[in-house]
């Protein structure tokens, strides 16, 4: 299906946003709102969100990228992504405003963009959010990186006839290596600095926004990413998470090869149209 782009300027707060929209010939009513991870701007890595709104546009959905405050083309200071709601709420205004075709609005967020999305719909319950995509949500602390590095970072190499031979051969430095693994045990039993308190903040609003949404919900995680494994082993340990993927309305869909950013062809196009199927099965009655 042919569709055309269009920059929006928009304001948040004092400050101008830059968006493009891509936008069918003929539309869905509901489209799809890009919230980049940061730091990041609207094209994303190897042009990752140009191509997924190309893509969805294609087959007929609306999906509008943007760059927040201090981001990109957009105007202010930077901020981090639990400071972006005002500006996720002014993009979807610019949208409705541009495409009053599309009556609903899916979020689409990639690591902290997930975050975001999650931490957007508990602090304002909009009810014009009608889905998410969440992709390798970011979960960060000192303990559970340090609980996912040894696990899935010294348990693997561990495993691996290639670190052995470097490490027989010399070229392994065993002193730092076993300091950096000491470290990491120290940090994971500790349960975190006290920098964790306020992550666990966001955590807890991320797990109080995923339980109180009350549409349908879609996690992609990639096999290679440790986002992704950070991500599976919080949710394991952490009673504020517990069945937190249980939900009936929540799909999870895992792209074995891909990295962080689905920055191979074929894990970009198995997460493009894992997101379409998803997006044609939940909201039937959007078709054009």
Same mark, same amino acid.
């Given at each position: 299906?042919?569709?055309?782009?269009?920059?929006?300027?928009?304001?948040?707060?004092?400050?101008?946003?830059?968006?493009?929209? #891509?936008?069918?010939?003929?539309?869905?009513?509901?489209?799809?709102?890009?919230?980049?991870?940061?730091?990041?701007?609207?094209?994303?890595?190897?042009?990752?969100?140009?191509?997924?709104?190309?893509?969805?546009?294609?087959?007929?959905?609306?999906?509008?990228?943007?760059?927040?405050?201090?981001?990109?083309? *957009?105007?202010?200071?930077?901020?981090?992504?639990?400071?972006?709601?005002?500006?996720?709420?002014?993009?979807?205004?610019?949208?409705? #405003?541009?495409?009053?075709?599309? #009556?609903?609005?899916?979020?689409?967020? /990639?690591?902290?963009?997930?975050?975001?999305?999650?931490?957007?719909?508990?602090? =304002?319950?909009?009810?014009?959010?009608?889905?998410?995509?969440?992709?390798?949500?970011?979960?960060? *602390?000192?303990? *559970?990186?340090?609980?996912?590095?040894?696990?899935?970072?010294?348990?693997?190499?561990?495993?691996?006839?290639?670190?052995?031979?470097?490490?027989?051969?010399?070229?392994?430095?065993?002193?730092?290596?076993?300091?950096?693994?000491?470290?990491?045990?120290?940090?994971?039993?500790?349960?975190?600095?006290? *920098?964790?308190?306020?992550?666990?903040?966001?955590?807890?609003?991320?797990?109080?926004?995923?339980?109180?949404?009350?549409?349908?919900?879609?996690?992609?995680?990639?096999?290679?990413?440790?986002?992704?494994?950070?991500? /599976?082993?919080? /949710?394991?340990?952490?009673?504020?998470?517990?069945?937190?993927?249980?939900?009936?309305?929540?799909?999870?869909?895992?792209?074995?090869?891909?990295?962080? =950013?689905?920055?191979?062809?074929?894990?970009?196009?198995?997460?493009?149209?894992? =997101?379409?199927?998803? /997006?044609?099965?939940?909201?039937?009655?959007?078709?054009?």
């Amino acid at each position: 299906m042919k569709f055309s782009e269009r920059m929006l300027l928009f304001a948040c707060e004092g400050e101008q946003l830059v968006g493009v929209v #891509a936008v069918p010939e003929v539309s869905r009513n509901v489209g799809v709102l890009i919230v980049v991870g940061g730091p990041q701007y609207r094209i994303g890595s190897h042009r990752q969100f140009v191509l997924l709104a190309r893509f969805l546009a294609a087959e007929g959905v609306t999906v509008m990228r943007f760059d927040y405050r201090g981001m990109g083309d *957009s105007t202010g200071a930077a901020r981090t992504f639990d400071d972006i709601g005002p500006d996720i709420a002014a993009a979807i205004d610019a949208m409705h #405003a541009a495409c009053p075709e599309v #009556a609903r609005v899916v979020v689409w967020g /990639l690591c902290d963009g997930a975050s975001a999305a999650l931490t957007y719909w508990q602090s =304002t319950r909009d009810p014009r959010v009608a889905g998410m995509v969440l992709l390798n949500p970011w979960v960060r *602390s000192d303990a *559970s990186l340090a609980k996912t590095h040894i696990k899935h970072y010294y348990g693997r190499h561990f495993l691996e006839i290639e670190f052995w031979k470097r490490l027989l051969s010399g070229r392994v430095d065993v002193v730092n290596a076993l300091r950096s693994l000491a470290r990491n045990v120290r940090t994971a039993n500790a349960g975190g600095e006290r *920098s964790d308190a306020r992550n666990a903040s966001f955590q807890d609003r991320m797990a109080n926004g995923l339980r109180s949404f009350p549409g349908p919900v879609l996690v992609v995680l990639s096999g290679r990413d440790l986002t992704a494994k950070e991500f /599976l082993e919080y /949710l394991a340990t952490n009673p504020a998470w517990n069945g937190a993927l249980a939900r009936p309305d929540l799909s999870r869909c895992d792209v074995a090869d891909a990295d962080h =950013t689905f920055s191979s062809v074929q894990g970009r196009r198995e997460m493009e149209a894992q =997101t379409l199927a998803w /997006l044609s099965h939940v909201f039937p009655s959007s078709s054009p």
